[in-house]
């Protein structure tokens, strides 16, 4: 038995299959290989890769940050393997770092201090469909939009549809209370998700929240919803049903001035229509985009509105020439109506792909998420331009006007000396006056480590200490996803369950 | 070690993720290092931060089936292919990969005459029952003789290939009684092209493959007739040696090389009027060979073909999933490559359909091989068109 766990540790932390070339492969330390070893005795040799090659690409999400140090990476299929998880990473006095599809902008998923990686990626099937009260377990692994498709065939979908919904999972929605377009009508994922089966750090396994309207007691699911993995693994989510509508009209409306777009989408709310979506692309976010849906976006508009209304077909009707209205009076160029379900998924495909799009104008990009009052969009719009320019940068603005959810998409080339400090300087300042103009720090994307240290520019001491007791009373040894959220006086005994290490860097 | 990766190419991965779903080795495995963000992170790793290449980073190139289907869906058009493929040229230049009795045997697909007689002996020794098939990935039952290239006409020439022309000449000869059918003169390419490369280049023996190229082109030199192609895999590859010669005189012959159906959709009028057609009474799933959709983007062309032949023609709802054929990657990575196919025989099953139309010889014989009644699109118009005949 030992020898089969010796050799099978041995495949784990570095193939040897062909002899000479092992000399490459990098030792994984000593205190590595016997959390491997137990690790591997747990859930099996197959769930469990410690190899440099698994370890550096499990150390980033989709954002800039770049310092993330994985220890061993584990696939586990069940609940049962997630308890073995936490289980061997606390008896290794080592921390836990949950992992979806890795799509996160703000580094929330890049583990800090070399803790046992958890990717969910096999926890993929929808458990159960109970259409009579509207609910479907499904664990946290599935595909946002495999789940909407799985659920087609009953007329029914799961509302919260983030920008990354073909690539990103339930968990990492739940993770970091995704929003989308469609959570202008719909609410964001807290409003979709009814109970979750959590690992907590201490191996138990809770029920958070159940299937009735008003639970009663505290809503420790409300709690757990967004808490970034801080709170403890989820392994399987109860997602609210929505039922399709019966009638959706969208429409694609153009502007010669990015404020005039602005204007529309406030006289659209102010007039008491609630669109299911209201998106904003300015002129150079949409030729990058167009380059690739092929979607029919007018380049040479300053800025475009996708504005999509639902429910009985009358009041989408009127809905719609309501909307149409509105923005002929104010200055729109032309407003198209999407004919057919195809150019409905092409135009909708080509705001989805914004941030993926951005390489075709530069090779990395920056964003910020930060959400301001709607009546202010204007402003901010003309002062986030007026800061880009000053420090002689490219922005592609798309964003989620109904809510004033903005992503200001900063494009630069970090190969050219001294364009980073030039982009976090001017992230800084779009931050510092998005929360002057009355907003607030991220929509729905996150704190992770990115936007870390700008929270005490938005919550005060006390605010931010009473954040900490909340998440110590979940994980009072910050065993779950350490370092992430609160900034650095304010994250318990965070510091002791990191391994003293520099970023895993690159191998060798 | 520099992998010679153009390093504009390598940079355009802003690592957004939505190629994830579109990775068939990533859906099966759930892995990173499966996945082509992950691929392309690690080459990055290797080539601009000087990580060594281990054998863990090997493996996460050898199991990339080369399918493709991370480009079409890519917003920033990162140009995956060419990075796997320089790659896999550095990794086979420095002896890590694509071992030589694999060389050997590839060596062997520009000879003509050796393949013909080899495929033969094959043959026998299946129908000897000597031969494994199945654990080998082969087919059950191969050709003892094949029926001689013939030339009828001046118009165009027909790519006939190499394992391909050995094992399933009766596709080519379908192919053209339909050209004919539409009033087409076809000239096989028979030894005057001998093998286009495409399994050279995915082995990263590029050396190798731009010879192959060189005398592709010198066999089909002299006029600009153009080039069809009824195996999507070489198709992709004829089209590319544009891209891998970089002459003027290599992107004018990629220019004059077309898939067959692509060719054919804009022709089927002629072909109609031609012969009054009784389409024929089934229902057949169009399978999307990786290289006619990601990498030729000429799918489409297919089931617009075959629409006026066959009554029923129906899609399949798994996004053009590569089936885990990738030319000789059914061999080399079996147990991906099952897993891969299992999820598209799935799909054909959801579809309702008994036959199933592929367009690349690959996908034919790894799709076939899991017990599915697989046929060129082409021989079934053939089929519609000899019973309309009769």
């Known amino acids: 038995m030992a020898r089969t766990l010796a050799a099978a540790t041995r495949r784990v932390l570095g193939s040897r299959r062909r002899g000479d070339r092992s000399a490459a492969v990098p030792a994984t330390d000593d205190t590595d290989a016997a959390l491997v070893a137990d690790l591997v005795e747990a859930i099996g040799a197959d769930r469990v890769r410690a190899d440099a090659a698994a370890r550096y690409l499990a150390s980033r999400d989709a954002s800039i940050y770049k310092e993330g140090n994985a220890g061993p990476v584990c696939y586990p299929g069940s609940t049962a393997d997630v308890v073995a998880c936490v289980e061997v990473a606390a008896r290794h006095g080592r921390a836990v770092s949950p992992r979806g599809a890795g799509t996160g902008l703000a580094g929330g998923a890049a583990p800090l201090g070399q803790p046992v990686v958890l990717s969910m990626t096999r926890m993929d099937r929808l458990l159960e469909i109970d259409l009579d009260n509207g609910v479907a377990w499904v664990q946290p692994g599935m595909v946002n939009l495999d789940l909407s498709r799985a659920l087609a065939p009953h007329g029914v979908h799961y509302a919260p549809d983030p920008s990354s919904q073909a690539a990103c999972t339930i968990g990492g929605n739940v993770a970091n209370n995704s929003g989308g377009p469609h959570c202008l009508a719909y609410g964001v994922t807290s409003a979709h998700v009814l109970a979750v089966e959590v690992v907590m750090s201490d191996a138990s396994v809770v029920t958070l929240g159940d299937l009735t309207a008003e639970p009663p007691g505290y809503d420790l699911r409300g709690a757990f919803v967004g808490s970034e993995g801080m709170c403890g693994i989820a392994t399987a989510v109860a997602v609210r049903l929505t039922r399709n509508p019966p009638a959706v009209r969208t429409m694609l409306l153009s502007f010669d001035d990015v404020s005039d777009a602005a204007a529309t989408v406030s006289a659209i709310i102010a007039a008491g229509i609630v669109p299911a979506a209201i998106e904003m692309m300015d002129q150079r976010c949409v030729t990058a985009v167009e380059d690739f849906a092929q979607a029919g976006y007018p380049r040479d508009a300053a800025a475009v509105l996708l504005v999509e209304v639902d429910g009985p077909a009358g009041g989408v009707a009127i809905a719609g020439e309501r909307v149409a209205d509105i923005a002929r009076r104010n200055q729109a160029i032309s407003a198209r109506t999407a004919a057919d379900d195809d150019e409905r998924a092409r135009l909708w495909k080509g705001r989805k792909s914004a941030f993926g799009a951005v390489a075709n104008v530069m090779p990395d990009y920056y964003l910020h998420d930060t959400v301001v009052p709607r009546t202010r969009l204007v402003e901010v719009l003309e002062r986030i331009y007026e800061i880009v320019d000053r420090h002689d940068l490219i922005v592609l603005n798309v964003f989620h006007a109904g809510d004033g959810n903005l992503h200001p998409i900063l494009a630069y080339d970090s190969r050219v000396p001294g364009t980073g400090e030039r982009v976090q300087a001017a992230g800084r300042e779009i931050i510092e006056m998005s929360l002057d103009m009355g907003g607030a720090l991220t929509g729905e994307h996150g704190i992770g480590v990115e936007k870390r240290e700008y929270m005490d520019r938005m919550f005060s001491a006390v605010d931010l200490d009473q954040q900490s007791r909340l998440r110590a009373s979940f994980d009072p040894h910050c065993r779950m996803n350490p370092g992430k959220v609160l900034p650095s006086a304010h994250s318990c005994s965070d510091i002791g369950a990191l391994r003293a290490s520099d970023a895993a860097g690159v191998w060798g | ?390």
């Open chain 2, 1 to 390: 070690m520099h992998l010679g990766l153009d390093d504009d190419e390598l940079v355009a991965c802003v690592a957004c993720g939505l190629c994830l779903p579109h990775c068939p080795t990533f859906v099966i495995t759930g892995r990173d290092t499966e996945s082509p963000r992950g691929r392309i992170a690690l080459m990055r790793a290797v080539q601009n931060e000087g990580a060594p290449v281990t054998d863990d980073l090997i493996r996460s190139m050898e199991t990339c089936v080369q399918c493709r289907g991370c480009e079409t869906a890519c917003p920033s058009a990162v140009p995956f292919g060419h990075l796997m493929e320089g790659t896999r040229a550095a990794l086979a230049g420095a002896g890590r990969i694509t071992p030589r009795w694999q060389r050997l045997a590839l060596r062997m697909l520009r000879h003509r005459q050796l393949l013909l007689a080899g495929s033969t002996l094959l043959a026998l020794a299946i129908r000897l029952r000597l031969v494994p098939t199945r654990r080998l990935g082969l087919p059950a039952r191969m050709p003892l003789r094949r029926p001689p290239l013939r030339t009828s006409g001046g118009d165009v020439w027909l790519f006939t290939g190499c394992v391909m022309d050995a094992w399933q000449r009766d596709v080519h000869l379908a192919v053209q009684r339909v050209l004919e059918a539409a009033g087409v003169g076809v000239e096989p390419t028979g030894g005057a092209a001998p093998c286009c490369g495409a399994l050279h280049i995915h082995a990263g023996l590029e050396a190798e493959t731009k010879a192959m190229a060189r005398r592709v082109m010198d066999g089909l030199s002299g006029d600009d007739r153009p080039i069809l192609v009824d195996a999507a895999g070489c198709g992709a590859s004829l089209k590319d040696y544009g891209h891998l010669l970089g002459t003027d005189e290599a992107r004018a012959f990629s220019a004059r090389v077309f898939d067959v159906h692509e060719w054919l959709a804009g022709r089927l009028d002629e072909l109609k009027s031609r012969t009054p057609v009784e389409p024929l009474d089934m229902t057949v799933a169009v399978q999307d060979p990786c290289h006619l959709r990601h990498v030729q983007r000429a799918h489409q062309a297919v089931p617009a073909v075959l629409g006026p032949f066959v009554a029923n023609v129906v899609a399949l709802d798994d996004d053009g999933l590569c089936c885990g054929a990738g030319g000789a990657y059914s061999v080399m990575e079996p147990e991906l490559s099952t897993a891969i196919r299992e999820r598209k025989t799935a799909a054909v099953a959801r579809s309702g359909a008994t036959v199933v139309a592929s367009a690349n010889p690959g996908c034919s014989l790894h799709l076939a091989a899991a017990g599915l009644d697989v046929r060129h699109p082409l021989e079934l118009v053939d089929q519609a068109l000899s019973a309309s005949r009769r």
